[in-house]
């Protein structure tokens, strides 16, 4: 998982740096009825710790294969898209020219915009990320206990936030978040067919099945 992480990162800033004029520039009409909000931060830096805290509690808490079951659709995805933003360089121009006020909130607006750029956004892996997360609160058996099943609102409820942030931040169009959440499902069901593919039940009923002369 660290490993994964620290060429994630690597690769992500090596194509931050890399790719400065997109080719493609995503944008739809949904994109200008957004309004911009400076609140929206707050759940969009929940996001990072997001990640690390449910996949190490579910490495704590869940049986071993929860976990990888997380992993395979999580690091695939994140691969895909940085896979896709190398084919297809894309971007967006939605950003406010300035942004008012010189409370927390508008600081740290400015501080996410000179630090990350409008390039490589769709699929957005934000909106990626929390959903499949998302999927692996409702999944894992360990949120079954009744002290734990609150998590799986308050999951839910922190994947729209996110979801919604990333918009109204306009770091990302109406286009990545939708091309985000079917990659998010897309994978989730591939890892679903080869988990059960894998799985020592299915084969032996999958041998059950088989005529005598097989």
Known sequence: MA????????????????ILVPDL??????????PFCKYAIIPYVMWFPWIPFTLFYILR?????????????LFAG????????????????LRP?????????????????????????????HVFNSVTLMLAYYRCSCFDAPRRRWMRPA???LCLAITLSTMLLKQHSVIDVVFGILLALALDYLAAVVETETSPLHHRHR????????
């Open 3 to 18: 490993l994964y992480a620290l060429f994630y990162l690597l690769c992500f800033h090596f194509l931050e740096k890399t």
């Open 25 to 34: 520039w995503v944008h739809c009409r949904l994109d200008d009825l957004i």
């Open 61 to 73: 808490h869940a049986p071993r294969s929860d976990f990888w079951r997380l992993c395979l659709p």
């Open 78 to 93: 994140m691969t895909l898209s940085l896979l896709f933003y190398v084919m297809v360089p894309n971007g967006l121009a």
């Open 97 to 125: 020219h300035s942004i008012a006020g010189n409370d927390i909130f508008a600081e740290a607006v400015r501080t996410l915009y000179r630090h990350d750029t409008p390039t490589n956004v769709c699929p957005s892996i």
């Open 155 to 157: 999951a839910a409820g």
């Open 207 to 214: 041998k059950e099945r088989l005529p005598e002369w097989w």
